[in-house]
Nanobody, 117 residues
């Protein structure tokens, strides 16, 4: 199993920045991809960003150009740098990984990001 722990959320004013971190532990050798999703109250959970392979990245259109996903393999940690934040970015953000060793995704418990206008 893989355990994920998110950190770095909080309250920020519109236009500000936050960096989320997600540290993995457990069967980390099997991790193929790392990603972030988010869910606002009353909404479905949406894809935000993913990093896999040789640091290939994908982003949702809503965050492209403002958010950057990166990882530190030595620290088993993935980051989400969020700039130019908007009130509509307010959500609970979930870290996820895909483990090819276990053939499944794992998710963290989520961390709240609130952007005030």
């Amino acid at each position: 199993q893989v355990q994920l722990a998110e950190s770095g959320g909080g309250l920020v004013q519109a236009g500000g920045s936050l960096t989320l971190s997600c540290a993995a532990s457990g069967r980390i050798f099997g991790i193929h991809s790392w990603g972030w999703e988010r869910q606002a109250p009353g909404d479905d959970r949406d894809f935000v960003a993913r990093i896999q392979g040789s640091d290939s990245t994908d982003y949702a259109d809503a965050v492209k150009g403002r958010f950057t996903i990166s990882r530190d393999i030595a620290k088993n940690t993935v980051y989400l740098q969020m700039n130019s934040l908007r009130p509509e970015d307010s959500a609970v953000y979930y870290c996820n990984v895909y483990s090819y060793a276990d053939g499944r995704y794992y998710w963290g418990d989520g961390i709240l990001v609130t952007v005030s206008s």
